[in-house]
C-alpha cells in the first residue's frame, strides 16, 4: 500500500485554530485540545487510502472526510503523480454552505496557481 505525504495549507491550519478558539470560547479549553487532537489524527489517516472518502458533487478533484466526534469536515485533494494529500479547508457544519463551497474553490485555484 502506497503512503501519501499529508500536509495542510495556511489556510487550513488557519482553520483549525479558528475551530480550537471556538471550542475554547464556548466549551473549554480541553474540547479545544480534543478538538485539535482529533483533527491531526483525522487528516493522518489520509497518508493510507486518501481515496476512501467522498469527492465533493461540485468539485470531482475535491474530497472530504468527516471527523468522528464533531461535526467539522475537512476538505482536501489528492495528487496521485506525487502520492501527496494536500488539506485546503476545515469548517464546521453549521457554517453557511454556499460560503465554504466558494472558499474551497479559491483555495484550490489559489494553490495551483503558486
Known amino acids: 500500500m502506497q503512503q501519501y505525504s ?21 466549551v473549554d479549553k480541553e474540547s479545544a485540545e480534543k478538538f485539535f487532537a482529533e483533527a491531526m489524527e483525522t487528516i493522518a489517516k489520509l497518508e493510507y487510502l486518501p481515496h476512501a472518502n467522498a469527492e465533493l458533487p461540485s468539485m470531482p478533484e475535491a474530497r472530504k472526510i468527516q471527523m468522528q466526534n464533531h461535526k467539522v469536515a475537512i476538505i482536501y485533494i489528492v495528487d496521485d503523480n ?7 479547508r476545515a469548517y464546521h457544519q453549521m457554517q453557511n454552505p454556499e460560503e465554504y463551497q466558494k472558499s474551497i474553490r479559491e483555495r484550490i485555484d489559489k494553490m495551483r496557481s503558486a
Open 6 to 26: 499529508v500536509s495542510l495549507t495556511d489556510d487550513a491550519e488557519n482553520d483549525i485554530a479558528e475551530l480550537m478558539a471556538f471550542y475554547d470560547e464556548l
Open 82 to 88: 506525487i502520492f501527496e494529500v494536500v488539506a485546503v
